[in-house]
């Protein structure tokens, strides 16, 4: 449970950094189309702009923080599949005694 809220304390931080980066290197206006595309678009909006202005350490950063976002609830959800698998496969005789 704590590694599927840190995927989203994950995407939250990397929707802030990229809503930020997007304001401060293109402006108002691409952080507005950054919002129509349901949200999240300002995150490739501000990959877009980082690769384009060369800010590689931005660019690592945002990469680095999606990765994580996707990874952490990935293996959360694997985790929670292994965990059901393995409580069906437990005889109930070996969890009461």
């Known amino acids: 449970m704590v590694i599927l809220c840190l995927s989203y304390l994950f995407g ?19 952080v507005v189309l950054g919002l129509c595309f349901l949200g999240v678009g300002v995150v490739p909006i501000a990959m877009l702009a980082t690769l384009f202005h060369g800010q590689w350490s931005h660019l690592g950063e945002l990469i680095l923080l999606v990765i994580l976002t996707f990874g952490s609830r990935f293996f959360a959800l694997w985790l929670e599949e292994k965990a059901k698998a393995t409580a069906s496969t437990v005889p109930l005789t070996t969890i009461v005694s």
Not at 12 to 30: K, N
């Open 12 to 30: 939250a931080t990397v929707w802030m950094e990229g809503l930020l980066t997007t304001l401060d290197i293109w402006g108002v206006g691409a």
